[in-house]
Structure formats: C-alpha cells, structure tokens
C-alpha cells in the first residue's frame, strides 16, 4: 500500500473511535496528525521508504538500524510484538515528557523522547500526505514543539486512562498492518515465532500496491469514510458542552 492510504487509514482509525475515547478539539486534531503519522511507522524498517527520508541523513541511519534488529522488511514492525514494543515505547516516552511538565523544568531533556516521535510522527504524515512540500518537517517540527510544549499528547483518554500519543501509535500501526493485510503480501503478525503471512481478503481480491484498485477505490473509500466520521466528530465535539450543561 502507498504511504498515502497508510497515514488516510491511521487517520480513518482516530476519527472512527474518537467517540469512544472522548476526545475533541485540539486532542482530536493532534490525535488524528499523529495517527496519520503513525500509520507510515512500520515501514521504519525500510532505509528507502516515505517515513525513513523524513530528516535526510538523521531517520535514514535510524530505519537502517530498525531495518537490521527487526529482521528486515516487513518482519517485525509488522508483527504484534512491534506494535506492543513502539506502544511502550511512546507510554515512556510520554511519561518522562509528563514528568518534566510538571514542575522539573531542570529535566528539559525528558522531553527528547517524546519530541523525537511527535516530530517524527507529524513530518511522517505530512511527507505521505504531500502536504506542505518542503516545508512538511519543518512544520512536522514546529507542530510537535507546540504539542509538547502544551501536553496536547499527553491528554488521558477514557475508558483506561493512557495518553492519547500511545493509543494514537497502537492504532496507526494496527491501521497500517491492515492495510497491507489487504494486499498480496499480508503480514507476518506472529513474527518473530512465525514467519506465516497472515491476510484479510481472499487471494483473488487482494489489491496490488499503486494499481489502479488502490487508487480509484481505495483511496476514495478511505477518503470518504475520513470526511463522514471527522463531520460525526466534529458534532460530537460540537454538542458536548450542550450536553455538559444538561440540555
Ligand atoms: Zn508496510
């Protein structure tokens, strides 16, 4: 699947359970950027991939190292053990940043982690979308900076009370496995114990990246599936203080 649909899916998953999670306003905005974003994350483990030019030199040495310990393309980031491990990884990541936030700003540097993964995230999605062109991870950058700066990734979401940043990565990367899930290669979710590409389609209806199925029908799908559930939330968003205040 292109870049593209992956960060659309991410997106088309925030938007779809946002209701459940309670978020609106600016937390839904940034979940949605950062589910987008977190829909291209798996492919990390390509050195030539949409995600892994995002900051030239920097995120292609980094996709090279993810490439050689995950086992190559397509093995571990698409595999539940590399969902769970970046899931982790971003709850960590959100608790030094949460840490430094309150009142210990002489730990300014617990806030790399975080600010690592949200610019990553933010310049991802931007750099699949082709939205902002050259400007993308300078304001993939500049976007993460404000978010960190303000909690916006750290805001807690019902029912269990994780971040939003954490439950933000868990569904972009689960969004992106479908994805390709839905293409001849399938996934190997049960690497590194097995090797089984598991599918969701039949062998017959299975899409072939950057043909003309994905773009005429996929794309389209996810497109207006996207603009039918940001229009549900937005008049979630809108009616809630209607509903706080009892009428
Ligand atoms: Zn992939």
């Keep these: ?80 053990v590399g969902v769970a491990l970046m899931t982790v990884a971003s709850l960590a990541a959100g608790s030094w940043q949460a840490g430094a936030l309150s009142g210990h700003p002489e730990r300014w540097w617990h806030l790399v982690p975080a600010g690592f993964i949200l610019a990553l995230l933010f310049s991802a999605g931007f750099r699949a979308l082709h939205i902002g062109g050259h400007h993308g991870d300078a304001a993939g950058i500049a976007l993460a900076a404000l978010v960190i700066w303000k909690g916006w990734d750290l805001a807690l979401v019902t029912p269990r009370n994780v971040q939003v940043l954490a439950v933000c990565v868990t569904l972009g990367m689960l969004a992106h496995l479908a994805g390709d899930m839905c293409t001849h290669d399938g996934c190997p979710l049960l690497y590194p114990l097995s090797r089984h590409e598991f599918g969701l389609l039949p062998g017959p209806v299975r899409i072939t990246t950057n043909k003309l199925a994905e773009h005429w029908v996929v794309t389209p799908l996810l497109l207006a599936g996207l603009a039918y559930f940001f229009w549900r939330d937005a008049g979630f968003s809108l009616a809630a203080p209607a509903h706080l205040a009892g009428r």
Excluded: C, N, Q, Y
């Design 1 to 80: 699947m292109l870049g593209r649909d992956h960060a659309l899916s991410g997106a088309l998953a925030f938007t779809a359970v946002a209701p459940l999670l309670h978020v609106t306003g600016v937390h839904l905005a940034a979940g949605v950027a950062l589910t987008a974003g977190a829909g291209v994350l798996p492919d990390l483990d390509e050195p030539g991939s949409t995600i892994a030019r995002t900051f030239g030199f920097l995120t292609g040495a980094f996709a090279w190292i993810v490439h050689k310990i995950s086992g190559g393309h397509r093995k571990g980031t698409h595999s539940l």
